[in-house]
């Protein structure tokens, strides 16, 4: 079982930057991939980033990609989402994602993660 915290969202000005911070509990981060998702007000979940268990490898939502950047610490078992030049459109609560243990590639498919977190608000005002 890997239990997902997320924390850093909150309201913020077009144009600002804001880091996401995911906190994983257990012994076998380092062995997973790990992703963020947002679900914007009236639509469906989407993916926004992903990464590879040991950090080497990362994927982006076109939507995203250039603004927003996503790394791990091993060490500490936390996932980061940094989060530049925001929108109003990435207003939404982002959620971090785990695969189960051992399934160490990134993936940009909901259906791969076996580990949600709560999620997180962010607000971007324009």
């Known amino acids: 079982q890997v239990l997902l915290v997320e924390s850093g969202g909150g309201l913020m000005q077009a144009g600002g930057p804001l880091r996401l911070s995911c906190a994983a509990s257990g012994r076998t981060f380092s062995t997973y991939g790990m992703g963020w998702f947002r679900q914007a007000p009236g639509k469906d979940r989407e993916f926004v980033a992903t990464?590879?268990?040991?950090?080497?490898?990362?994927d982006y939502a076109d939507s995203v990609k250039g603004r927003f950047t996503v790394s791990r610490d091993n060490a500490k078992n936390l996932l980061y989402l940094q989060m530049n030049s925001l929108k109003a459109e990435d207003t939404g609560i982002y959620y971090c994602?785990?695969?189960?243990?051992?399934?160490?590639?990134?993936?940009?498919?909901?259906?791969?993660?076996?580990?949600w977190g709560q999620g997180t608000q962010v607000t971007v005002s324009s």
């Open positions: 994602a785990a695969r189960s243990a051992y399934f160490s590639s990134e993936s940009k498919f909901e259906k791969d993660y076996a580990y």
């Open positions: 990464i590879n268990y040991r950090g080497s490898t990362t």
